[in-house]
């Protein structure tokens, strides 16, 4: 069965930057629909048309993934607004950002501690991979038509490093 839309494909993967670092590797394919909001518009046009056994290499720019780094998604915080604990490299929904902090932060970004001072905290709404051309090698485990749940959904539940958090615009983003 070729890839078409409304189509489910089982991929797995190995991710790098340009300079070859790899970045992701999915080792077990993971299901996913084409035709809806589970992958980057340019993975899905990539696979159209392929079948089971195809190997797809993409290589993508920042504005086909996940767009380039905004200098406005970065905000620095009062350091006692948050736990003593705090670390870099911990995830915060926007949603569960301390009150006092600033309110032109959107509440719909996923923000990552980048670093931490006695005085404050940079918190960085940017995608961990904005601003970074990709390299992509795919590879085609299984097709098979999707459910019509899937298809009302728009989704198999996974996604291509997507980050949505509340009524956040799908502009894609990470998995984890």
Not at 12 to 37: I, M, Q, R, S
Not at 100 to 109: H, K, L, T, Y
Not at 131 to 143: D, E, F, H, P, T
Request: hydrophobic share 40%; proline share 6%; net charge negative.
């Amino acid at each position: 069965m070729d890839i078409t839309s409304q189509c489910v494909v089982e991929l797995t993967w190995t991710l790098k930057d340009t300079l070859g670092e790899v970045l992701d590797e999915l080792d077990e394919p993971v299901a996913f629909y084409v035709g809806g909001h589970d992958l980057l518009p340019k993975i899905q046009e990539a696979l159209q048309g392929h079948s089971v056994g195809a190997k797809v290499d993409l290589h993508l720019e920042p504005e086909d993934a996940f767009g380039d780094f905004d200098e406005n998604l970065l905000f620095l915080e009062p350091r006692a607004l948050f736990p003593k604990d705090i670390q870099e490299g911990l995830t915060i929904e926007g949603t569960a950002l301390p009150a006092a902090c600033n309110p032109d932060a959107p509440r719909n970004v996923l923000y990552t501690i980048t670093e931490i001072y006695p005085e404050h905290v940079v918190l960085d709404g940017n995608h961990p991979l904005s601003g970074i051309a990709l390299r992509l090698s795919l590879k085609v485990n299984q097709v098979r038509m999707a459910t019509e749940q899937e298809q009302e959904a728009g989704t198999c539940g996974t996604g291509f490093f997507k980050i949505e958090i509340g009524d956040a615009p799908d502009t894609g983003g990470l998995l984890h």
